[in-house]
């Protein structure tokens, strides 16, 4: 096995074992073990065990980002265009969580608490997502495509309905169609989930 193949390969087996374990709790020996490698191969690699796993969150987290493509929002924009992009953005991003639920599960849950630095880059990656989402939110009211309203706290329910739904489906290794779990997202979301008769409630108890 070549150079490049045997990195992948440890890369690999140490998301299986930090999503199993937990950061805290995986050892390098566990890693080597699965891996089938010699310790000292391993550091041949990678500096240490935070160094693998800073890594393999980096590299998750980017393949996510990348996924995100602009959206045009000018008030002028075709509607149905920026709604084909919109599901198409978040189509990518269930695709690639689904994809790799050993790496889901790390970013999740096993990447909080690592250390104070790790948990104040993880923060700061939501930070970024909860930005983009308040711009284009932002956008959309600009384009009457979205209600006024609070756009931080729309933004950080956003995060938590796709977030929580990625986990919940990754935890129960749930065999759903990505495509179905978008357009439910995005059923919730468009259409919301109270009739008129409870929003006027609503607002009448306000």
């Known amino acids: ?12 087996v140490a998301a299986e074992v930090f999503a199993e374990k937990g950061y805290h709790d995986a050892r390098i020996d ?4 699965r891996a089938k490698v010699a ?3 391993f550091y041949l690699y990678f500096e240490d065990k935070r160094a693998i796993f800073e890594e393999l969150v980096d590299a998750f987290v980017h393949s996510l980002a990348d996924g995100i493509a602009p959206i045009e929002t000018v008030p002028e924009a075709d509607p149905a265009r920026v ?15 689904l994809a790799k639920p050993a790496m889901a599960r790390l970013l999740f849950s096993a990447a909080l608490g690592v250390d104070a630095d790790f948990d104040r880059r993880l923060l700061a990656f ?4 909860a930005a983009l989402l308040e711009r284009s939110l932002e956008q959309g009211e600009d384009a009457l495509l979205v209600r006024p309203g609070h756009r931080r706290i729309r933004a950080f329910c956003l995060t938590g309905i796709v977030k929580e739904l990625l986990s919940q489906l990754i935890s129960r290794r749930a065999a759903v169609d990505p495509a179905e779990v ?16 409870a929003r006027a409630a609503v607002r009448a108890s306000g």
């Open 1 to 12: 096995m070549d150079r490049a193949k045997r990195r992948e390969q440890i890369l690999s």
């Open 30 to 33: 566990d890693i080597v073990a």
């Open 39 to 41: 310790r000292g191969t």
């Open 83 to 97: 709604m084909r992009e919109v599901r198409t953005n978040l189509l990518r991003i269930v695709e690639r969580v």
């Open 126 to 129: 939501y930070d970024e997502i």
């Open 182 to 197: 978008v357009d439910a997202m995005l059923d919730l979301v468009t259409d919301g989930l109270f009739t008129d008769l």
